[in-house]
């Protein structure tokens, strides 16, 4: 589906999702996906600054940065959310071929401390996304409901921050597969109830989330928190703007997402008993 679908916007009001979007070709998803597993061979010896790649890879290498600066990402989050939009964050969902690692059922938006729920995420497919790869599951109109109760579990193939499950009944029998080719995005609401399954495949399924805002959101950590502005106006002034990258895996970058990276974890992690690593 191309990103100026004239039925997004009610697509996405109706059922809290919208998939596939048509974001780039697959060509251009191969070298971005390149460029991505490149760098992780070279960070890989330092467990830290693989975790900040996968964390902020938007912040780190210049061809995320033009991902999420891509004219079909910013037709999208612009028709959601008005023409004033802020990257959040970045980040990636890396399962790898034939593993367990899986999501288990989540609001977005219960644990990062923002103060509304205009947000979206992009999550484009750098790989194949089938259903066997344990493409993500969304629950039609489940965005409507506020946060309800999660319960942490920290289980360790869950790739979520705290194992978060929601402690609610979920109407999993309603739930849609996500499934998406190479270059093409589902974009959901930060409410929308959702999860996804192993990776049955010989591949591994690379999804990078790709989270955007209204500039008059409020983070609670302050307005330290990094993010960059990708289209129209910061009138706000509510977190800080930070250029795109100096240039790749930037020693000062590393140096100013790994800050940032502790001030999100603080949040995240707020009241939890325990944490990863
Ligand atoms: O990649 C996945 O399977 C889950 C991603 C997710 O939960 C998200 O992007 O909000």
Redesign the pocket.
């Known amino acids: 589906m191309n990103v100026s679908t004239p039925t997004l916007a009610a697509d996405y009001a109706r059922d809290g999702y919208v998939f596939p979007l048509d974001i780039v070709s697959a060509e251009e998803a191969a070298e971005i996906r390149a460029d991505l597993e490149k760098a992780e061979d070279e960070v890989r010896a330092d467990k830290q600054h693989l975790r900040l790649l996968r964390g902020y890879p938007a912040r780190l290498l210049p061809s995320f940065d033009r991902l999420v600066r891509h004219p079909n990402m910013i037709a999208a989050a612009t028709a959601i959310l008005g023409p004033d939009v802020i990257l959040w964050g970045s980040g990636l ?1 890396i399962k790898e071929a034939n593993t367990p690692s899986f ?1 288990s059922w ?1 609001q ?1 938006l219960t644990y990062w401390g923002l103060d509304q729920a205009d947000e979206i ?1 992009l ?1 484009v497919a750098l790989s194949p996304a089938p259903s066997e790869s ?1 493409c ?1 599951r969304f629950v039609p109109g489940s965005h409507r409901a506020d946060i309800v109760p999660h319960a942490d579990s920290f289980a360790d193939d869950n ?1 979520l921050t705290r194992g978060q499950e929601i402690a609610v009944e979920v109407d999993e029998a309603s739930a849609v597969d996500a499934a998406l080719q190479t270059g093409q995005a589902s974009l ?1 609401h930060g409410h929308l109830f ?1 999860a ?1 399954g192993p990776n049955r495949t010989n591949d591994r399924r690379i ?1 990078a ?1 790709i989270r955007y805002i209204v500039p008059s959101m409020k983070a609670s950590s302050g307005p330290e928190t990094e993010v960059a502005l990708i289209a129209g106006e910061d009138r706000y002034n509510n977190f800080r703007i930070v250029p795109p990258p100096k240039s790749r895996l930037d020693p000062a970058d590393m140096a100013a997402v790994a800050v940032d990276a502790e001030r999100r974890d603080s949040v995240l992690y707020a009241g939890a008993k325990a944490a990863r690593g």
């Open positions: 969902f999501v989540h977005d995420t999550w344990g993500m790739l959901h959702h996804s999804g989330a």
